[in-house]
């Protein structure tokens, strides 16, 4: 559907153009930088060997996540860290002085608006998230942003359109993506290693439980926690999911159970159900009494393949009474996936130095929040929910205003859609595709 839409405009754009082309910057606030093209260009005129682009960017957050990636971002090649933010504006100096970046803020903004930033990560409380994510479109800047965009749907849908039509990159964090054991599974899924899929099964358990006052407000143990588990199986079924059944429970703090909603489980379980039979089951715990227990199983047709827990080391014990690890695995989760935070940063860090499509979307990103709300759903009523349903809640009158319904009666002019995709116009990336498609068929006219 959007390729039929984005090709009639361009098409007649095209038809429309004199003999030194067009540009289609009257396309909401999109940036004309992306969609641009011109007839009169020669081969001569093209550089056979372009210059790298040196690509500015800045960091919003200097806790433990903003540190990682700003590490990360001073070892990619051709990108540069050149401010940094904080609102306790010391950390902000000490993360600049550590790093060598040459200036640093109490304000996010200072960030956002600096016209030497090409690009921003988003590494502050989720609660800023959306808002800032908007504020970076409307400022032209492509954004990294950690997960959650938002806990909202439908701010969620509005952020996302924001950078889409102001025709910057936007990537999300999840960043199990990027951990080689599970990639290493994707790639033998890919590769049918394994034969056709038939059942995943994943588990994610914490070392210890977060305080009250974290699970308070956070939006429940299937947004909080069960999000990059319910990615990882749409991530390695590599489709889209139907429907989804979901229990919750509390063993290890009684004192959540007093929260509303599934912020009372400390403890839940899920099964998925995508086309072709294929189904996927995950667990969730807040507490793992020997370190972070996180694997990945797929069965196939001609086989399985499995992950297991990361260690500190290889070190083994050999004894009359124990035999196993000499230590136990990583109970931190920025040891545990560190390596991940690093490759998702470097990713990004590729995308905007060579233009080429981000690995983890805006799309990604809203497909995760609607399964992780499924399932909340589920919990609350007992019973199996299509994710259609949480897609369906929220209706758009514009890319940017969006709201969600419980009463499914929305205010005249909000259009309602059955898949998640259908809530967002065309990212800079698809749009490029589709450039590359017009551009082509004005060579075979000309």
């Known amino acids: 559907m959007k390729f039929t839409k984005i090709s009639a405009f361009l098409l007649l754009s095209l038809s429309n153009s004199g003999v030194n082309g067009f540009t289609t910057s009257a396309i909401g606030s999109r940036n004309n930088a992306f969609l641009r093209l011109h007839s009169t260009e020669t081969d001569a005129d093209v550089d056979s060997s372009p210059a790298v682009k040196e690509i500015k960017v800045g960091v919003i957050g200097c806790g433990r996540i903003g540190l990682v990636h700003l590490g990360a971002i001073t070892k990619a090649p051709n990108v540069s860290p050149v401010i940094v933010s904080n609102p306790t504006v010391s950390k902000a100096e000490a993360a600049a002085s550590t790093y060598g970046v040459p200036r640093f803020s109490g304000d996010a903004m200072?960030?956002?608006?600096?016209?030497?930033?090409?690009?921003?990560?988003?590494?502050?409380?989720?609660?800023?998230?959306?808002?800032?994510?908007?504020?970076?479109?409307?400022?032209?800047?492509?954004?990294?942003?950690?997960?959650?965009?938002?806990?909202?749907?439908?701010?969620?849908?509005?952020?996302?359109?924001?950078?889409?039509?102001?025709?910057?990159?936007?990537?999300?964090?999840?960043?199990?993506?990027?951990?080689?054991?599970?990639?290493?599974?994707?790639?033998?899924?890919?590769?049918?290693?394994?034969?056709?899929?038939?059942?995943?099964?994943?588990?994610?358990?914490?070392?210890?439980?977060?305080?009250?006052?974290?699970?308070?407000?956070?939006?429940?143990?299937?947004?909080?926690?069960?999000?990059?588990?319910?990615?990882?199986?749409?991530?390695?079924?590599?489709?889209?999911?139907?429907?989804?059944?979901?229990?919750?429970?509390?063993?290890?703090?009684?004192?959540?159970?007093?929260?509303?909603?599934?912020?009372?489980?400390?403890?839940?379980?899920?099964?998925?159900?995508?086309?072709?039979?294929?189904?996927?089951?995950?667990?969730?715990?807040?507490?793992?009494?020997?370190?972070?227990?996180?694997?990945?199983?797929?069965?196939?047709?001609?086989?399985?393949?499995?992950?297991?827990n990361v260690y500190p080391n290889t070190a083994k014990i050999f004894k009359t009474d124990f035999t196993g690890n000499a230590d136990m695995p990583f109970d931190f989760f920025l040891s545990r996936y560190n390596e991940a935070y690093v490759t998702e940063t470097i990713a990004f860090c590729e995308s905007l130095v060579n233009d080429s499509p981000v690995p983890c979307t805006g799309q990604d990103g809203l497909a995760a929040l609607v399964m992780a709300l499924a399932a909340d759903k589920s919990a609350a009523e007992g019973r199996w929910v299509k994710f259609q349903e949480i897609v369906q809640s929220v209706a758009c009158s514009s890319p940017a205003d969006c709201m969600v319904m419980d009463d499914e009666i929305f205010p005249e002019g909000f259009r309602v859609v059955d898949n998640v995709e259908d809530l967002l116009v065309p990212d800079v990336d698809q749009v490029k595709s589709e450039e590359g498609w017009v551009d082509r068929l004005k060579k075979v006219f000309a």
């Open 110 to 308: 200072d960030v956002i608006t600096d016209p030497e930033v090409d690009a921003v990560w988003i590494c502050s409380p989720s609660q800023y998230h959306a808002d800032q994510i908007k504020a970076c479109a409307a400022n032209g800047k492509h954004v990294f942003c950690e997960k959650p965009i938002a806990t909202d749907l439908a701010e969620t849908v509005e952020a996302i359109n924001a950078c889409n039509e102001a025709g910057v990159k936007l990537m999300i964090g999840l960043q199990r993506r990027f951990d080689p054991n599970f990639r290493r599974v994707r790639d033998a899924i890919e590769g049918s290693e394994v034969g056709d899929t038939i059942m995943i099964k994943l588990c994610s358990r914490d070392p210890s439980p977060p305080p009250f006052e974290y699970v308070k407000g956070g939006g429940g143990i299937f947004a909080d926690m069960a999000v990059h588990d319910l990615d990882m199986s749409r991530f390695l079924a590599g489709m889209d999911p139907i429907d989804i059944l979901s229990v919750g429970s509390c063993h290890i703090d009684k004192s959540i159970e007093v929260l509303d909603g599934s912020e009372k489980f400390d403890t839940a379980s899920c099964i998925v159900r995508y086309p072709n039979g294929i189904q996927a089951m995950i667990d969730v715990c807040r507490q793992s009494s020997y370190g972070y227990d996180q694997r990945a199983e797929v069965l196939g047709t001609k086989g399985m393949i499995a992950t297991d």
